[in-house]
Nanobody, 119 residues
């Protein structure tokens, strides 16, 4: 079993910064992709950023240049540094892990953390 626990959400003003963390625990496979997604009520969950265990990153166009994903493999933790936040970044942010072992794939979601950006 793998669990992902997010932290770091909260209320911030327009233009401010926040750092989200997501720590993985359990039986972890070295080959994995960790990422952040977000969801606003009434809308589909959307990709924010992902990072492979090899360090390859992918960002949504809406956050490129403002958000940075990073990971500390020794702590099984992935981070999302969010700068120049805008009200439209307000959402519940979810951590997701895809873990690969041979032909096996395990997908796990965290419980989510709320980020609110005020005007």
């Amino acid at each position: 079993q793998v669990q992902l626990v997010e932290s770091g959400g909260g209320l911030v003003q327009d233009g401010g910064s926040l750092r989200l963390s997501c720590q993985a625990s359990g039986t972890l496979f070295d080959d994995n992709v960790l990422g952040w997604y977000r969801q606003v009520p009434g809308k589909q969950r959307e990709l924010v950023a992902t990072m492979t265990s090899a360090g390859r990153t992918n960002y949504a166009l809406s956050v490129k240049g403002r958000f940075t994903i990073s990971r500390d493999n020794s702590k099984f933790t992935v981070y999302l540094e969010m700068n120049s936040l805008k009200p439209e970044d307000t959402a519940v942010y979810y951590c997701k892990g895809n873990f690969y072992y041979g032909v096996r794939e395990l997908e796990v979601w965290g419980q989510g953390t709320l980020v609110t950006v005020s005007n």
